[in-house]
């Protein structure tokens, strides 16, 4: 600026002369001096402010020349560059659209089902394709990422933070994709649809399973086999949609167990209503399979109904709802359900009486459940035969052996039993022993048309297990065998007796009963009519004893002899007669009381014996009353010979060995307890001791 300012001068002092040029020019020296100073102190305060900015540019030299590196990069990477990238952004695109299609299901995932089921499994298979898909490429698109991040490292092509930055986000997702990257890429919203499913898959059975409407007892097992109550097609259908897309997702056994809790509980609602809480009962709580017949007459039907109704119809709906997941899985399902319902307590029941101590009546109720087991056996093969059926199985072979080796057992032990009996006394009141009874009722029952085949394919069985064979006609030998050594039981007793009188009345009994008990059964016909005419004859022999003997007696102490009705003999003949009615209150009294306690258990033979009673001494006692009676009536003592009138006399005789009300019993079983006391009669007999 000043070296401008010397030049104007200088040029100044080389002019003319002229004073005016002279003035203009320093004007504009002057001028231009002023511009030139405002210049510098523009300048100088533009120089200034460039000082931070400066400042600020020197700082971010690394990161602009970090940009402008690719430029100093070789031609032949940064057209290398272009194709890497391309191939890395077109999966990752892809991906991203995907994950954004997936959100928009969203809304009608988080719906409920029930509105449109065909719907919702439809976007729910949508989003498992989208998922698929994700699952699929986004390995692919991290692959790609990570190829350009590689490249532009090896070829000094980005900022090393940078890259440092991607390599990191990078590792993240492969990370994520190890794990479960469903979970991950679409936030839960699958799994949150599936519960949605198995809540429509509960509520369609919990809605549409009802119990079935049992029948009176009366009629239970009367009835055919009814139509399965099968739930309706529609949502049969529904429910194979529902666990097709639940199997796709690995959610099959929350499905079934759902199936087996709710189908389970509704055959144990149906099964309420036969009162099953005898199943329940435990071999400590009864005494003997006497006092629980009646619940085991109950669990031969209520099993029957169970199996051929319930159990029939869950088989049959199982395979309906599961048939196109395969047999193991609806056979499965179908074991599980029988299980909880109910089909264990029936087997246990039966196992229970098994353990009970053995009573001559076990063997028939063994051969009831027997009997029970060997109709249901081809229901029992097809709906448990599978191999998820391995429990019941097993208890059921187990709760048959049970049973066949019991029922063996208890009858050929029978023989033994009644020969042991031999050596206990018999009845003190001349009855018919209760072994007599039980065993000739037994031998009806064994040989009759509804125990001989249960009894003889148990012994067939029984001895097929020690590879021995079994034939009719040895059952039937055992049972005559049993029948005669009855017999010789019933001789031994009658010779125990010290009272002969007794002995006779006993003996009488007792041909009267194998007489009227085993006449017309198939065990008599096997005696035959002889046999039959023997034990008749017996009984008409020691009656005719029993009575001559006792009460054959009496009349004798009525005697009319010396009894002279004249004046003078009068007195005398009244204390005949006053002697003879003492003689023969006496022995009437000591005979009635004696025999007031024996018993005459059949009805038409002690009406038949109290009448001859009756006719061998009434009218005797009559003619002599009508005859005497009158010589002892006038005495003030009259009331000690005239004890009784001919009415009460008829009436006590009449009225002689009737059986006594709650005859002592060895096998009597205690009384259950309240918990089984659901109305059902009780079925146990009250009997005598054993003899």
């Avoid at 090896?154 to 990078?170: F, G, I, T």
């Avoid at 208890?395 to 023989?415: K, S, Y």
């Avoid at 009673?613 to 009559?622: D, E, G, H, T």
Wanted: aromatic share 8%; hydrophobic share 40%; glycine share 6%.
């Amino acid at each position: 600026m000043i070296r401008e300012f010397r030049v104007v001068m200088a040029e100044s002092v080389k002019s003319d002369g002229k004073g005016d040029d002279r003035i203009e020019n320093l004007i504009a020296a002057r001028k231009s001096l002023k511009l030139s100073l405002e210049k510098s102190k523009s300048l100088g305060l533009a120089l200034k402010k460039a000082g931070p900015i400066l400042d600020e540019m020197k700082q971010r030299l690394p990161s602009l020349e970090a940009a402008v590196r690719p430029i100093r990069a070789d031609k032949e990477a940064l057209v290398a560059a272009g194709g890497h990238i391309n191939r890395a952004i077109g999966p990752a695109a892809a991906v991203l659209k995907v994950f954004d299609a997936v959100h928009g299901l969203e809304k009608s995932l988080l719906s409920d089902p029930r509105n449109d089921l065909p719907g919702y499994l439809s976007v729910i298979k949508r989003l498992e394709e989208a998922l698929r898909f994700l699952g699929d490429n986004c390995g692919l698109a991290i692959q790609w990422l990570e190829d350009i991040v590689e490249y532009l490292e090896d070829n000094v092509m980005a900022d090393e933070r940078h890259l440092l930055n991607l390599k990191k986000s990078l590792k993240g997702l492969r990370e994520l994709q190890s794990d479960d990257e469903r979970a991950h890429l679409d936030g839960g919203l699958l799994n949150a649809a599936l519960d949605k499913l198995e809540g429509e898959f509960w509520r369609l059975l919990t809605e549409h399973s009802v119990p079935l409407p049992m029948p009176s007892s009366s009629t239970l097992g009367e009835q055919a086999v009814i139509a399965p109550s099968q739930l309706p097609v529609s949502v049969i259908h529904k429910l194979q949609a529902i666990l097709g897309r639940l199997r796709t997702n690995n959610r099959l056994e929350k499905c079934i167990s759902i199936y087996v809790e709710v189908r389970s509980s509704n055959v144990r609602a149906s099964l309420q209503a036969l009162d099953l809480d005898y199943l329940e009962i435990s071999i400590a709580e009864f005494n003997d399979v006497q006092s629980i017949e009646g619940y085991i007459a109950q669990w031969g039907k209520h099993l029957e109904f169970a199996v051929k109704h319930l159990f029939e119809a869950e088989y049959k709906l199982c395979n309906d709802v599961f048939e196109r997941l395969g047999l193991d899985v609806w056979m499965g399902c179908f074991s599980k359900i029988a299980a909880q319902a109910g089909i264990l307590a029936f087997l246990q029941f039966g196992k229970t009486v098994t353990e009970s101590k053995k009573d001559p009546i076990k063997l028939l109720k063994l051969l009831d459940i027997f009997a029970s087991l060997n109709k249901l056996r081809l229901d029992f093969n097809r709906l448990f035969g599978g191999a998820a059926c391995i429990e019941i199985q097993n208890l059921t072979r187990d709760l048959i052996r049970r049973v066949i080796d019991g029922a063996a057992e208890i009858f050929w032990e029978l023989l033994v039993q009644v020969e042991l009996q031999r050596q206990i006394p018999p009845p003190l009141d001349g009855n018919v022993p209760i072994l007599v009874s039980i065993i000739t009722e037994y031998c009806n029952k064994l040989l009759g048309d509804n125990y001989k085949p249960i009894l003889s394919q148990v012994l067939v069985i029984h001895r097929s297990w020690k590879h021995e064979k079994f034939q009719e006609r040895i059952l039937v030998g055992e049972v005559l065998n049993i029948i005669k050594a009855i017999e010789l039981n019933l001789e031994t007793w009658t010779k125990a007796y010290e009272d002969t009188i007794l002995a006779n009345l006993f003996a009488m009994n007792n041909h009267y009963h194998l007489y009227k008990h085993l006449k017309g059964t198939k065990v008599g016909d096997l005696l035959g009519d002889s046999w039959f005419k023997e034990h008749e004859q017996f009984k008409d022999f020691y009656a005719a004893i029993f009575l001559r003997d006792s009460w054959g007696k009496l009349p004798g102490h009525l005697s009319r002899e010396g009894l002279i009705l004249f004046s003078g003999g009068r007195a005398t003949a009244r204390d005949l007669v006053k002697k003879r009615l003492k003689t023969f209150n006496e022995a009437f009294d000591e005979m009635y009381k004696k025999q007031s306690s024996w018993v005459v258990p059949d009805r038409d033979l002690r009406e038949k014996i109290c009448q001859q009673i009756v006719q061998a001494i009434v009218p005797i006692y009559r003619s002599y009353m009508q005859n005497y009676g009158p010589l002892v009536e006038q005495d003030g003592s009259s009331n000690k010979y005239a004890k009784y009138s001919v009415q009460a006399l008829e009436q006590m005789l009449s009225s002689l060995f009737l059986p006594k009300p709650g005859r002592y019993a060895s096998f009597k079983g205690r009384q259950l307890s309240d918990k089984f006391n659901n109305g059902v009669a009780d079925l146990r007999r009250t009997t005598s001791a054993l003899v």
